[in-house]
């Protein structure tokens, strides 16, 4: 969105008092979150009042009508599945420094292939979400560290979810416009790219077969100093060439990201998936025995409807048995429109809190455990920024994803952010580690 403004002829500022146009990116996925976009933009409204506010995002794509009939004090909504063409609402904002001459979307230059990709997606019926690739001059994230999405939307339909309701069904990329935007941005001094989608093992599914594995030999072809993180794979689909193409290639992480959301037999039959206790613990096991350093992540969802304490305690045992590096523990959110909102034996939202609760300090002190297997290592780590007066920097080493896990507290001097350097771990501090600088 950034890149298609810019092209547009805007400047993006860090400093809201100096824009003509704030854009506020909303989520509409739960309930929390939807209320957190509503405030957010509705403070930014009061704060701001001479400047254009611009609400877009999944929130504005789902419920459009109805933010466009509530909140008139907002200047326009963006509810486009192609973030690239966000620069079409320009004509609806009033006030702003003349545009005229300025290049339009089909003006802004594009990852090499883009184009090409552009014209077949159109020769073919255009697939919503195939939109030209921009290059993205500035990114958000830590330095030395990007995100490559390399499809858009969902089709495995849990019951409880609304991706599919809010992106719409999976459209993959085509392979060579991921690897190009990698190799762009591996050019620019870029070490880190983590890969996502909503789901990274149905990659290519649409065009009639999983692609995973292809899209990751391309990437091996790829020459250079690089990690490859990749971010959410779902259990039931994981493909097991994976554990072959990441020992072959140390560069793509042993990192993990796999949302069991549960272990109760009868929770994950509602839930609309088909793993088990027993698969994905031997799933588990699998990439353990193949990968012995692999790095698991996962997520689960409590108070889902007809969750008894037997069901509870079932997803008890299995967290205690899976030993998961991390994980992360979220409450039921009923949507609207998903299988599961007509769902009528709900768990109450104080017994849900409390569930997550347990399952959050049982999982603290695994991962605890599971950190204390780095002390005395070497580990290579990207360093983020410097603790601000001190002689600490933060660093994330190939356990330790962008934003979501614990993070490595470098002792030294001189370092800087967007760098790579080898550490020896010398303690474990709750879920972050602390490092020297190695000397060899």
Known sequence: ????LEGAGLTWSEVPEE????LVNTCGFIVEAKEESIETTLAIREKY???QVVMAGCLVRRYEHNLKHELNEIDAFWSGADPAAISEILPDLHGLPDLHGLPDLHGLPEQPEAAEVRAKSHKRGKREGQYPLLTRKRLLSFPGSAYVKIA????NNCSYCAIPLIRGGLRSRERRSVVNEIKELIGRGIFEINIIAQ???SFGVDRGSPELELLLNDISAVKGEFWIRLLYIHPDHFPRSLLSI???DPRILPYF??????ASPAILKAMGRKGSKESYLSLIEEILKDLPDAVIRSTFLVGFPGESREDFLTLIDFIKAAKLDWAGVFTYSREEDTRAFSFTENVAKGTARRRKREIEELQLSITGKRLERFIGRELAVLVEERVEGEDLFLARAYLQAPEVDGLTVVHGSGLRAGERVLVKIVKCNGVDLEAVVSNG
Do not use: Y
């Open 19 to 22: 824009a003509d146009i704030i």
């Open 199 to 201: 789901d990274l093992a």
């Open 152 to 155: 858009e939307g969902c089709s």
């Open 246 to 248: 990441i020992r072959d």
């Open 1 to 4: 969105m950034i890149a298609s």
């Open 257 to 262: 990201d796999l949302p069991f959301q549960h």
């Open 49 to 51: 009042p001479d400047k």
